[in-house]
């Protein structure tokens, strides 16, 4: 955005919190939406969003106006977040959902790398972020408007899909619910009718769910609620932002040029589309609680590593860190396998994990507080690390590394597997849901 949004230091971190922000609202608010009016047409009103969102920040004039509209675009992502694993899970027969569902962190890696790519590809061919272009717009704000073709096409998809087996017999539409199993999963008419049933059996209510639900009986969350809520915020609290957020200038404090920093920040991102790839294979082969653990331990190993290393860095002229000796590859081989392991484990498998552990009747209000809890996560840290930076680069990792310690324990005492069963058969062993405040 150059000389006109972002000479002020406080700029960027802004436009980067608000667009969090807005993330954490729309989640917050996505499941309930989910269950009154739909998981597609919940869809579409995110794919509405992103359109509006992406030629408002083209066109925006100032920086706090592209603030507003950073702010919607982070609604519609909060509701993109809940409704994808929600909608996934409840169509996906139980041997493929944990592939299928890992497709949405596939989407997010492959987003994350073609926005990259086109942001560097139109700053490239323009020379510079503030280089005029067509219509004698400013790079920049072509990098914005571009976004609009993803979002047509959200938009369109969202608009053919059919609706939630599971949301249909909510709503006592069994008859079409099957339709759409026998449909979506290639089943008889039998065993249409028989998941069907099961579905029944859990969701028979008179009222839709509410937010009391997620509450025991002491008004407390549900443990289940709270085992989601720390996979999504642990997920956060790792520091993945961290690496992909501030990646360039990771690059520059080990010695690397701006030019040759941003190129590496893409290869980096590649790295991590590749490593999702691995996680869709591997996920309903050895399991979501493996998967977690082995990523636990990956991320606590290479962010101490991280930290070691940072630890040794001395002030360059221009006051920010630098490497030297050995400390800079290896340093950056701890970056990177904290990629992979991270994008091999906790990238996918959390959302897996939030779309199959809740009982069907509070599975949207629940993914929403577990969305809102990444999301607010996710704003924390953004916040954190630069104060965190200033005072010790190597302490700022080694408390990820701390959180990546938690991220073990939690997956050890706390989260079951659910790899192979059904979402009913899951229910079956969480902790009942009928509200004693109704």
């Known amino acids: 955005m150059g000389s006109k949004h972002t000479k002020r230091s406080i700029g960027l971190g802004t436009i980067v919190a608000v667009t969090l922000l807005g993330a954490t609202l729309g989640s917050f608010t996505a499941g309930w939406l989910a269950d009154r009016i739909g998981r597609p047409r919940t869809m579409a009103v995110a794919g509405a969003v992103f359109l509006v969102a992406a030629i408002g920040c083209g066109l925006a004039q100032g920086l706090w106006d592209l603030a507003i509209w950073r702010l919607l675009t982070g609604y519609g992502v909060g509701f993109a977040t809940v409704i994808g694993p929600l909608y996934i899970s409840e169509i996906a027969p139980a041997n493929v959902r944990g592939r299928l569902a890992s497709l949405q962190q596939m989407a997010i890696v492959l987003g994350i790398f073609a926005a990259l790519l086109s942001d560097s590809s139109i700053a490239l061919a323009l020379e510079g972020a503030d280089a005029r272009a067509f219509l004698g717009l400013p790079a920049w704000r072509w990098m914005f408007i571009v976004s609009i073709v993803p979002a047509l096409v959200y938009l369109v998809i969202a608009l053919t899909v059919p609706e939630s087996p599971r949301f249909l017999v909510a709503r006592g ?16 008419a039998e065993e249409a009718a028989t998941l069907t049933d099961r579905m029944t059996a859990t969701l028979r209510t008179d009222r839709s769910a509410r937010f009391q639900d997620l509450l025991d009986r002491r008004r407390v969350l549900l443990p289940v609620v709270w085992a989601g809520i720390g996979l999504a915020a642990l997920q956060a609290l790792v520091g993945v ?47 979501r609680r493996p998967l977690l653990l082995a990523g636990s331990t990956g991320m606590f190993l290479s962010l101490v590593t991280v930290a070691v290393g940072f630890s040794t860095a001395t002030a360059a002229a221009d006051g920010e860190p630098a490497l030297s000796g050995i400390w800079g590859p290896v340093t950056l081989v701890g970056a990177n396998l904290f990629v992979v392991a991270f994008a091999v484990s906790w990238g996918p498998a959390v959302w897996v994990l939030l779309g199959e552990m809740f009982p069907n009747r509070i599975r949207g209000l629940a993914l929403s507080a577990c969305a809102a809890a990444n999301w607010l996560a996710g704003v924390l840290l953004n916040f954190t690390f630069p104060s965190l930076r200033d005072l010790s680069l190597a302490g700022s990792y080694g408390v990820y590394a701390f959180m990546a310690l938690l991220s073990w324990l939690l997956v050890f005492f706390f989260v079951d597997e659910t790899k192979g069963r059904s979402l009913e058969d899951v229910q079956e062993d969480t902790t009942p849901v009928t509200s004693p405040l109704k």
């Not at 539409?173 to 008889?188: F, G, K, S, Y």
């Open 241 to 287: 932002d961290v690496i992909f957020y501030y990646s360039t200038s990771l690059w520059q404090s080990v010695g690397f040029g701006e030019s040759a920093a941003f190129t590496l920040s893409v290869l980096s991102s590649f790295v991590n589309v590749a490593a999702t790839v691995v996680a869709i294979l591997l996920i309903d082969r050895v399991g």
């Open 173 to 188: 539409r069994a008859a079409e619910a099957r339709d759409v199993l026998q449909r979506l999963q290639d089943i008889t």
